[in-house]
C-alpha cells in the first residue's frame, strides 16, 4: 500500500511541476532595472604599455601604445549620453585620488571633445568611442557592446606607473550616472 501511495504522490508532484508554463513578466522585470549601468571594462592587449613614440641612432622606434577598451552597459527606458574616462595614477580610487587626465566624449558613438574630426583635409581623431547594440528579450533595454580607443601619448601619464581608470556613462538628459571602477587597470613603460 505505501509502496502505491508513494507512486501516486511523486506522479503528483511530477505533474504539477511539468504542467505550469511559466511566462516572464517582462514589464515588471524592467521596472527593477537600472536606467543605466555599466557593467564591464576591460581589454585585451598586453601590457606594460608604451607611451611615447622615440626612436634614435641607437635605440630602435616604438609606437606609442592605442589601448583599446571594451565596455559592456545597458540602459533601459533612457537613452544614452556622454561618457567619460578617468585616469587616476595608483592601484586605488577614492574621494580624495588626483585624476590625471578626463577624456570626454559627448556620446556613446564618434571622437572625444579634443579631437576635430571636421577638420579638412585631414580630421584629427584622438581617441574614439563606439558600440554595438547587443539581442535582448526586453522591449524597452539597450545591450551594448563597446569599444574605445585611447592613444596614451596624449594623456600626460608617466612612464613606471600603474594606472586606475573610472568610466561614467551618463543619460542624455544628464539626470542618471553609472560609475566603473578598474583598478590598477594597466602599467605603463
Given at each position: 500500500?505505501?509502496?502505491?501511495?508513494?507512486?501516486a504522490?511523486?506522479?503528483?508532484?511530477?505533474?504539477?511541476?511539468?504542467?505550469?508554463?511559466?511566462?516572464?513578466?517582462?514589464?515588471?522585470?524592467?521596472?527593477?532595472?537600472?536606467?543605466?549601468?555599466?557593467?564591464?571594462?576591460?581589454?585585451?592587449?598586453?601590457?606594460?604599455?608604451?607611451?611615447?613614440?622615440?626612436?634614435?641612432?641607437?635605440?630602435?622606434?616604438?609606437?606609442?601604445?592605442?589601448?583599446?577598451?571594451?565596455?559592456?552597459?545597458?540602459?533601459?527606458?533612457?537613452?544614452?549620453?556622454?561618457?567619460?574616462?578617468?585616469?587616476?595614477?595608483?592601484?586605488?580610487?577614492?574621494?580624495?585620488?588626483v585624476?590625471?587626465?578626463?577624456?570626454?566624449?559627448?556620446?556613446?558613438?564618434?571622437?572625444?571633445?579634443?579631437?576635430?574630426?571636421d577638420?579638412?583635409?585631414?580630421?584629427?581623431?584622438?581617441?574614439?568611442?563606439?558600440?554595438?547594440?547587443?539581442?535582448?528579450?526586453?522591449?524597452?533595454?539597450?545591450?551594448?557592446?563597446?569599444?574605445?580607443?585611447?592613444?596614451?601619448?596624449?594623456?600626460?601619464?608617466?612612464?613606471?606607473?600603474?594606472?586606475?581608470?573610472?568610466?561614467?556613462?551618463?543619460?542624455?538628459?544628464?539626470?542618471?550616472?553609472?560609475?566603473?571602477?578598474?583598478?590598477?587597470?594597466?602599467?605603463?613603460?
Amino acid at each position: 500500500m505505501k509502496k502505491y501511495i508513494s507512486v501516486a504522490l511523486t506522479a503528483l508532484l511530477t505533474l504539477v511541476m511539468f504542467s505550469c508554463k511559466k511566462e516572464a513578466d517582462v514589464a515588471a522585470t524592467e521596472a527593477k532595472l537600472p536606467a543605466i549601468q555599466l557593467s564591464s571594462l576591460g581589454y585585451t592587449q598586453t601590457g606594460p604599455f608604451t607611451l611615447v613614440t622615440s626612436a634614435s641612432g641607437v635605440v630602435p622606434q616604438t609606437i606609442a601604445t592605442v589601448l583599446q577598451l571594451y565596455f559592456g552597459a545597458t540602459t533601459t527606458n533612457t537613452a544614452p549620453g556622454r561618457f567619460t574616462l578617468e585616469f587616476i595614477e595608483g592601484t586605488s580610487i577614492s574621494a580624495t585620488s588626483v585624476v590625471v587626465k578626463t577624456v570626454n566624449f559627448n556620446n556613446w558613438k564618434g571622437a572625444d571633445d579634443t579631437s576635430l574630426p571636421d577638420r579638412k583635409p585631414t580630421p584629427l581623431i584622438n581617441h574614439s568611442i563606439t558600440y554595438t547594440l547587443q539581442p535582448t528579450t526586453y522591449e524597452n533595454t539597450q545591450v551594448y557592446g563597446g569599444s574605445i580607443q585611447v592613444k596614451l601619448a596624449l594623456l600626460g601619464l608617466s612612464a613606471n606607473k600603474t594606472y586606475s581608470v573610472r568610466a561614467t556613462a551618463y543619460s542624455a538628459d544628464g539626470t542618471k550616472t553609472s560609475v566603473y571602477n578598474q583598478l590598477s587597470f594597466f602599467k605603463t613603460i
